[in-house]
């Protein structure tokens, strides 16, 4: 069965016309229009849809994993032949993730068709001397992967393991958030003036118990991970199109809430971060701090709850 069925143009469950809306931000959509990419981004942002190219602004040091090492973190099956999987991983600030003496919140790795892997990108934990952060509204960095959606996969449909909630937490509360961090980059959430249309759309299910896992089926569930993991998405791919995208939350190593205030990690602040990849956009690193795309996360953090201009702009840039 084909994950990705266009649905009619009905009112229907988790459509643009009922799902949660997020209070207290600024929901943008204008005309659409072509995005000029200021110098400041261009080393940035690829020139087409290819891979994404290297950047000062990511450590310029990449950590060496093999495939065995990248599966034992992501706790996930190599891909099927044929297809390929793009990890993006992130370690909580509190918690970095330790490869030869450097200290990384942020790794970005490519399981290849052949089982070859690439690193990708990766964010260090310590701040560089790149300069002082840009303003939220005022930085227009976006990296992308090199893989995006098509139109006939619109809209992408996807099911929460609701049991894998963490034991402490509310069910109802914990899916409301996850509910409401997919709607952050088809609404173009954002409190900045740009004006931005995209086509992206989520299109909420239900309930699963499915498991990460390439089964054309798109989930998002509480489970284990390795190396001290808060996060980890999975895209599965064929060439430069997104055929599959997975999320897992780190259920058991670090605490989690739903509250705007508290010292846990904010669910819907990291989803809304990690389905960032699923549109097709890299992590970033200093000095782009305001953005939502940026490859650290905190305790208590809500700033990736609504975009920036960089975050906007690769956005409608991936737009099917």
Known sequence: MNAFRRTPATKREGSKHDRPSPKGVAVRTGIRRRVLVPALA????A??????PASSELDPTLPSLNLEQLLAIARVDAPPAGIGLEIHADFPTE???TIGGIEFTALTAVINPDRSVDMQSAVAARGTDSGDAVGECTDPTFAPTGRSWGAEDMPVEWRFDVR???PAKSKFFTRRSIR????VWPHAVTRCADSTTTNFDY????ETRRKVKYDQTNIVEFGPLGSGALAINYTWFSGTRILETDLRLNRGDYRWTNRREGTGYQVRNVTAH?????VGLDDLGDPHSALTMFGRISRGELKKTTLGSGDLRGAERLSP
Request: aromatic residues 4%; glycine residues 14%.
């Open 42 to 45: 261009a080393g940035l942002i």
């Open 47 to 52: 020139s087409a849809l290819g891979s994404a």
């Open 95 to 97: 918690n970095p993730l």
């Open 164 to 166: 894998s909630t963490p």
């Open 180 to 183: 409401l961090a997919h709607t």
């Open 203 to 206: 299109l909420y299910k239900g």
């Open 274 to 278: 990690e389905l960032g990849h699923q």
